[in-house]
């Protein structure tokens, strides 16, 4: 019997990642007891995603027992327990509430044709409704409501990207599991990206600037301004890939008062507290959780954050 900790979530990354490990090492119906479980944050949820998906596809039951009511309801409207079956847990009869604007339902996204629309569906949906009556600043032409939804569309995009080009190189059938929250009484925006691909040391193994083949290293050179696999290591067939996309996600959580936690492997890293490794927690994939302040989100300039194009080589022109 697996047994789930009182926390699923970012800050217990390590710990969330073990859980899932041990339930994927499961043999036969995956029996869970969820009797301590307290708090599930997107991070956790997109984890709870990936990791039901992999039992489901070896062809394994799920059976999860003794859920306290209040988490039943809340992860049933999340549809974290497709396909799982519920054991004396109380179940969801209340009728659906649109709660569009607060969060966004555990999704899976399996092509890279998607990842564009998906971006602005959910980046939208965190941001609420639009007051149709405002009116576009004249110098840039967005208006208020677009300044908020950009600096979260372009994160979802980098990130989900990534998950379904980099993170496929180990796997080709890797996918990305993102869920979204909006936490009013914080005015905190919650979101958590899980792929179960290669991982940052699989893809940035034979990069000549890590000089430790570990997963925390790994981690830590892939959040750095303009270091990616493909440019550094010569693989041409994306030659689009510049090395900005993680470090610009990172950069926008920071200015709207936030924080990103990254996981992959037996390491996680958070960009305000602690980085490390453990020995028996292993995530086959990356695991990204987003936090933000939504007010903030309207000081954030994403073009202000990009990193700097100076070692570009210039492109030749030529007058004639
Ligand atoms: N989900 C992932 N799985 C595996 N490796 C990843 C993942 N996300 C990022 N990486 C690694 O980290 C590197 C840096 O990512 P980043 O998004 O900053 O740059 P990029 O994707 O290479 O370029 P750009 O985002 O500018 O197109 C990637 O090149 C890749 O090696
Ligand atoms: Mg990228």
């Given at each position: 019997m697996?047994?789930?900790?009182?926390?699923?979530?970012?800050?217990?990354?390590l710990?969330?990642?073990?859980?899932?490990?041990?339930?994927?090492?499961?043999?036969?119906?995956v029996?869970?007891?969820?009797?301590?479980?307290?708090?599930?944050?997107?991070?956790?949820m997109?984890?709870?995603?990936?990791?039901?998906?992999?039992?489901?596809?070896?062809?394994?039951?799920?059976?999860?027992r003794?859920l306290?009511?209040?988490?039943?309801?809340?992860?049933q409207?999340?549809?974290?327990?497709?396909?799982?079956?519920?054991?004396?847990?109380?179940?969801?009869?209340?009728?659906?509430?649109?709660?569009?604007?607060?969060?966004?339902?555990?999704?899976?996204?399996?092509?890279?044709?998607?990842?564009?629309?998906?971006?602005?569906r959910?980046?939208?949906a965190?941001?609420g409704?639009?007051?149709?009556?405002?009116?576009?600043?004249e110098m840039?032409?967005?208006?208020?409501y677009?300044?908020?939804v950009?600096?979260?569309?372009?994160?979802?995009?980098?990130?989900?990207?990534?998950?379904?080009?980099?993170?496929?190189r180990?796997?080709?059938?890797?996918?990305?599991?993102?869920?979204?929250?909006?936490?009013?009484?914080?005015?905190?925006?919650?979101?958590?990206?899980?792929?179960?691909?290669?991982?940052?040391?699989?893809?940035?193994q034979?990069?000549?600037?890590?000089?430790?083949?570990?997963h925390?290293?790994?981690?830590?050179?892939?959040?750095?301004?303009?270091?990616?696999?493909?440019?550094?290591?010569?693989?041409?067939?994306?030659?689009?890939?510049?090395?900005?996309?993680?470090?610009?996600?990172?950069?926008?959580?920071?200015?709207?008062?936030?924080?990103?936690?990254?996981a992959?492997?037996?390491?996680?890293?958070?960009?305000?507290?602690?980085s490390?490794?453990?020995?028996?927690?292993?995530?086959?994939?990356?695991?990204?959780?987003?936090?933000?302040?939504?007010?903030?989100?309207?000081?954030?300039?994403?073009?202000?954050?990009?990193?700097?194009?100076?070692?570009?080589?210039?492109?030749?022109?030529?007058?004639?």
């Open positions: 697996n047994i789930f900790p009182a926390y699923l979530s970012a800050p217990s990354a710990i969330t990642v073990s859980v899932c490990q041990e339930i994927l090492d499961s043999e036969g119906v029996e869970i007891n969820a009797g301590q479980l307290r708090y599930v944050d997107p991070f956790g997109a984890m709870l995603g990936a990791c039901f998906n992999s039992v489901r596809n070896k062809g394994c039951a799920i059976v999860v003794q306290s009511a209040n988490l039943s309801g809340y992860l409207r999340m549809d974290v327990f497709h396909g799982v079956e519920l054991v004396d847990c109380a179940h969801n009869t209340g009728a659906r509430r649109d709660r569009s604007g607060e969060l966004v339902e555990l999704t899976q996204i399996a092509n890279q044709a998607d990842v564009g629309d998906a971006a602005y959910l980046a939208k965190m941001i409704r639009e007051d149709t009556n405002e009116k576009p600043d840039s032409g967005y208006t208020p677009e300044r908020l950009e600096p979260l569309q372009y994160a979802l995009n980098e990130l989900l990207e990534n998950a379904l080009t980099h993170a496929r180990g796997n080709k059938y890797a996918c990305v599991w993102v869920a979204s929250q909006y936490y009013p009484k914080k005015d905190l925006i919650r979101l958590g990206v899980v792929d179960n691909g290669c991982g940052f040391l699989e893809s940035l034979s990069h000549s600037e890590l000089l430790q083949k570990r925390l290293q790994a981690i830590l050179l892939a959040l750095r301004p303009r270091i990616s696999c493909n440019r550094d290591l010569g693989l041409f067939t994306d030659s689009v890939n510049q090395g900005v996309g993680l470090t610009t996600s990172c950069r926008i959580a920071e200015h709207a008062g936030g924080r990103m936690i990254l992959s492997g037996n390491a996680m890293h958070s960009t305000t507290g602690y490390g490794e453990k020995a028996d927690a292993y995530w086959q994939g990356v695991g990204i959780a987003m936090e933000v302040s939504r007010t903030k989100l309207a000081d954030v300039r994403v073009r202000e954050l990009l990193p700097s194009l100076d070692n570009i080589p210039p492109v030749n022109l030529r007058f004639e």
